[in-house]
């Protein structure tokens, strides 16, 4: 007669499950003590830690303690992340390798602490709103590869000044606007390989006052503006390779005063007129090529 059994066995049923929810109730809930470690995660003190990951959880497992500072939910098969879900304390936040494909406004609102979030491998995220990492002050390491990210909003990076590694590859990102990373003075590795950006903007890195590492191959780069690297005086490795470049006219690479690493390999590279500015600045510099080098 009601919905939970239908079958002869209803009354000895529900007496089983009612007991059943009791011992989960005693397991999960400990009455005043310690906050309780979510049913299938284990918890651990010293750092306060909830481990949950590859538990073929479909969310974010209710009654997360509100002190835990590390949160592993990667690999599973979450498939929404909900504002309110995670704690104040919260300093690294691993939700890779799940289902995500919706991000509430707000869910990484009050996430004055987080240090390191990764969402990569969620293939159907595709969408950011404009403020979903707004607020995030203390963030080092953001993790947004291989998501299907075809754009990024122009204010999604805004306010992230202590942001250092931001990873980007493998999606099937487009292009990228002006000033797109204009507040990231601290960036140090920006990993952009992987997708489909044709052509790089003058105003495209503005800003990257600390950049070490662009990874830019395997796209489909065939236009660089000639300032498109001015101001990335310290970055030290630099790959171009496979994408489509003839030539680099306005020669972009003289604003790179530490290069040390670059990689120019795998372009449909035009071996007239147009390559004189390129030989112009191999002759000028002596930057180590990682091999293999065919230019
Ligand atoms: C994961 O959960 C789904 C239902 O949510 C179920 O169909 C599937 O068999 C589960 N997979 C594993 C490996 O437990
Ligand atoms: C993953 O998400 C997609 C789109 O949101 C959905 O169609 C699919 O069923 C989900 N897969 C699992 C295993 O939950
Ligand atoms: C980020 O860079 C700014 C200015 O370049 C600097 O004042 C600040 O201390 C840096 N923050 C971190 C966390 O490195
Ligand atoms: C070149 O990049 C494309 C993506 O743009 C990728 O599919 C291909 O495997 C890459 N080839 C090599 C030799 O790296």
């Known amino acids: 007669m009601d919905s939970a059994g239908g079958s002869t066995t209803d009354s000895a049923g529900s007496c089983v499950g009612g007991r059943l929810a009791a011992l ?3 397991l999960v809930w ?15 003190v010293s750092p306060p830690t909830v481990s949950c990951q590859a538990n073929n959880f479909s969310s974010v497992p209710a009654g997360l303690p509100p002190g835990a500072r590390r949160l592993f ?11 309110g879900t995670f704690g104040p304390s919260t300093v690294t936040l691993w939700l890779y390798s799940n289902n995500i494909s919706s991000i509430q406004p707000g869910t990484f609102r009050h996430l004055p602490a987080l240090e390191e979030l990764d969402l990569g491998d969620n293939p159907h995220l595709r969408v950011l709103a404009p403020d979903t990492f707004h607020g995030l002050r203390r963030l080092q390491a953001l993790h947004l590869y291989r998501c299907q990210l075809a754009t990024l909003p122009s204010a999604i990076f805004r306010g992230l000044h202590s942001l250092q590694y931001l990873y980007l590859q493998e999606n099937g990102l487009l292009y990228l606007q002006d000033d797109l990373f204009a507040d990231l003075a ?8 992987g997708n489909r950006v044709r052509a790089l903007s003058e105003g495209v890195f503005r800003g990257l006052l600390s950049l070490d590492r662009l990874l830019l191959h395997a ?3 065939a236009t660089i503006h000639r300032r498109a690297f001015r101001g990335l005086s310290r970055l030290t490795i630099l790959y171009l390779f496979n994408n489509s470049l003839v030539a680099l006219p306005g020669d972009p690479l003289a604003a790179l005063p530490a290069l040390q690493f670059l990689r120019l390999n795998a372009n449909p590279w035009a071996c007239d007129c147009r390559a004189r500015p390129l030989w ?8 180590h090529w990682g091999a293999p080098v065919l230019v």
Do not use: D, K
């Open 24 to 26: 989960l109730l005693a």
């Open 30 to 44: 400990v009455p005043g003590g310690a906050p309780a470690c979510p049913a299938l995660c284990t918890c651990y």
């Open 73 to 83: 939910l990667q690999n599973n098969v979450i498939g929404a992340l909900r504002a």
């Open 186 to 193: 601290n960036l140090s590795h920006l990993f952009l390989h």
């Open 219 to 221: 796209n489909r780069l």
């Open 280 to 287: 112009a600045w191999f002759r000028r510099t002596r930057v």
